[in-house]
Nanobody
Framework: QVQLVESGGGLVQAGDSLRLSCTAS????????MGWFRQAPGKERAIVAS????????YYTDSVKGRFTISRDNAKNTVYLQMNSLKPEDTAVYYC????????????WGQGTQVTVSS
């Protein structure tokens, strides 16, 4: 079983930057990809970005392209989400999760970290 712990959230102003971290422990050797998701009040949780752990292939949802960057440090079992030019609409609880294969669902959700962007 894998455990994921997110950190790095906070309250910032529009235009500021934050870097989120997600550190995995436990049975991390099965991970194929890691993803960052977010859930704003009254909305469903949605994917923000993902990265495969071997090839480093990335995916971004359209609203964050050019502003967010996902990266990984396999030696530290950590995935990062660098968020630049933050907007109030980026306000949400951010979660990380992993998937164990290209066709698997994301799971092993962390507890989430709150990101609040004021205008």
């Amino acid at each position: 079983q894998v455990q994921l712990v997110e950190s790095g959230g906070g309250l910032v102003q529009a235009g500021d930057s934050l870097r989120l971290s997600c550190t995995a422990s436990g049975r991390t050797f099965r991970a194929y990809a890691m993803g960052w998701f977010r859930q704003a009040p009254g909305k469903e949780r949605a994917i923000v970005a993902s990265i495969t752990l071997i090839n480093g292939d990335t995916y971004y949802t359209d609203s964050v392209k050019g502003r967010f960057t996902i990266s990984r440090d396999n030696a530290k079992n950590t995935v990062y989400l660098q968020m630049n030019s933050l907007k109030p609409e980026d306000t949400a609880v951010y979660y990380c999760a992993q998937k164990n294969g290209p066709l698997a669902d994301f799971g092993a959700w962390g507890q989430g970290t709150q990101v609040t962007v004021s205008s």
